[in-house]
């Protein structure tokens, strides 16, 4: 069984780009969630996809958007990035009647 | 809004040396509170889920317990390889998102 992935493992932007992570969720898991972790913070939750629709999302702006794909793997989109944007973005598969999720091993994106 | 609080932010252990650290959620209804483990630069890694007040699990030298308003993470004789930050969260009944502390991070000193 495949765990969660998530592509790539580090990224450096510039101020105002736009930059997209993306993640293969376990095998037969139908959800996936997407959260930004701050150094020294837990992870804040961003948004959820259920069978490619959005059917969450956290207290972030439009700017963060997403997709998800009829495979179940999913994409995080961010424009116009900006300097506290600096994060570990984790990516985390569930089976949709499941509580418990996993998590992939993250993409570290620097913004200078 | 659902809120998790854990203390201490940070513990320092001798190898063998057991200890507990502290959650404290709020929440509207409780589908679920999670513990997970995440070593430097990695996704947390899920350890244990607890559903009602009273429940206990255990793996190996870890047992998290919980109350209706606080969830335990007990380390029994713990060893250098249990060093890591610990993450405890909650999902309730009427979101699919998780909600989590700002975790504890332990050091064991062999």
């Known amino acids: 069984e495949t765990g969660v992935t998530q592509s790539p493992t580090h990224l450096i932007k510039t101020r105002g780009q736009q930059v997209t992570l993306r993640c293969s969720s376990q095998?037969?898991?139908?959800?996936v969630s997407w959260y930004q972790q701050a150094l020294g913070q837990g992870p804040q939750f961003i948004f959820q996809y259920y069978r490619e629709e959005e059917n969450g999302r956290g207290n972030f702006p439009p700017r963060f958007s997403g997709l998800q794909f009829p495979n179940y793997s999913s994409e995080l989109n961010v424009n116009a990035l900006e300097l506290d944007d600096s994060a570990l973005y984790l990516c985390?598969?569930?089976?949709?009647?499941?509580?418990?999720?996993?998590f992939g091993p993250g993409t570290r994106l620097t913004v200078l | 809004e659902d809120q998790v609080t854990q203390s201490p932010e940070a513990l320092r252990l001798q190898e063998g040396e057991s200890s507990s650290l502290n959650c404290s959620y709020t929440?509207?209804?409780?589908?679920?509170l999670f513990w997970y483990r995440q070593d430097p630069g990695k996704g947390p890694e899920f350890l244990f889920t607890l559903y009602s007040a009273g429940e206990e699990k255990e793996k190996e030298r870890l047992k998290a317990t919980l109350t209706k308003k606080e969830s335990f993470l007990h380390i029994t004789a713990p060893k250098p390889e249990d060093s890591a930050t610990y993450l405890c969260?909650?999902?309730?009944?009427?979101?699919?998102?998780?909600?989590f502390g700002d975790g504890t991070t332990l050091t064991v000193k062999p």
């Open positions: 929440v509207s209804g409780l589908r679920g």
């Open positions: 985390a598969s569930r089976n949709g009647a499941a509580n418990e999720q996993f």
């Open positions: 095998s037969g898991h139908n959800t």
């Open positions: 969260a909650v999902r309730n009944t009427n979101a699919g998102k998780s909600t």
